[in-house]
T-cell receptor, first 111, second 113 residues
Framework: GAGVSQSPRYKVAKRGQDVALRCDPI?????LFWYQQALGQGPEFLTY????????KSGLPSDRFFAERPEGSVSTLKIQRTQQEDSAVYLC?????????FGQGTRLTVV | AQSVTQLGSHVSVSEGALVLLRCNYS??????LFWYVQYPNQGLQLLLK??????LVKGINGFEAEFKKSETSFHLTKPSAHMSDAAEYFC???????????FGKGNQVVVIP
């Protein structure tokens, strides 16, 4: 596609609910990143894939967070048993060389 | 681990005046440095990047930044602010161009007519 696409754009979840956030990277981009952006803050790294391999997941805040990219293209970030502190914008980025292209993000609100 | 510091979360500038956003970085290896802009309800857009070539980097929309190793800085400037420059600006560092980015907290720029 023309850019990185994320869905849904907005998600409201009740505390304790599981959510799944989708990222469609730019076709052919090998690297894919997930970031979490809390209100008024800069994005914070969550995890990184090269093709289908998850090379770095050091930024995932707890074992409730899980990401996958099974075929090296689309990626899903799953959050289990959501809590209020998970409320944030989740950004996906893909890159081929030294430039990351970001999607518009998914705004997650946990109530 | 790399990190960047951006001071002053909100920056007000008059239309036509100089825009100056400061960024200082910390990195154990020669860094890759980036400035991104974020308009409301939109994703991050790359303004410019430093990847160890020329120290003065020109980007889109009339912005430029200068890499100063001695000062560990990568400040962003634009000679004359436009109303359309109102947005949030983030400085970021990476230890190579294809790895995780470490972002600063951002500067919200307000342009006063």
């Amino acid at each position: 596609g023309a850019g990185v696409s994320q869905s849904p754009r907005y998600k409201v979840a009740k505390r304790g609910q599981d959510v799944a956030l989708r990222c469609d990277p730019i076709s052919g981009h090998v690297s894919l990143f997930w970031y979490q952006q809390a209100l008024g803050q800069g994005p914070e790294f969550l995890t990184y894939f090269q093709n289908e391999a998850q090379l770095d997941k050091s930024g995932l805040p707890s074992d409730r967070f899980f990401a996958e990219r099974p075929e090296g293209s689309v990626s899903t970030l799953k959050i289990q048993r959501t809590q209020q502190e998970d409320s944030a914008v989740y950004l996906c980025a893909s890159s081929l060389a030294a430039e990351a292209f970001f999607g518009q993000g998914t705004r997650l609100t946990v109530v | 681990a790399q990190s960047v510091t951006q001071l002053g979360s909100h920056v007000s500038v008059s239309e036509g005046a100089l825009v100056l956003l400061r960024c200082n970085y910390s990195s154990s290896v020669p860094p890759y440095l980036f400035w991104y802009v974020q308009y409301p309800n939109q994703g991050l857009q790359l303004l410019l990047k430093y990847t160890s070539a020329a120290t003065l980097v020109k980007g889109i929309n009339g912005f430029e930044a200068e890499f100063k190793k001695s000062e560990t800085s990568f400040h962003l400037t634009k000679p004359s602010a436009h109303m359309s420059d109102a947005a949030e600006y983030f400085c970021a560092v990476s230890d190579d161009g294809n790895n995780r980015l470490a972002f600063g907290k951002g500067n919200q720029v307000v342009v006063i007519p």
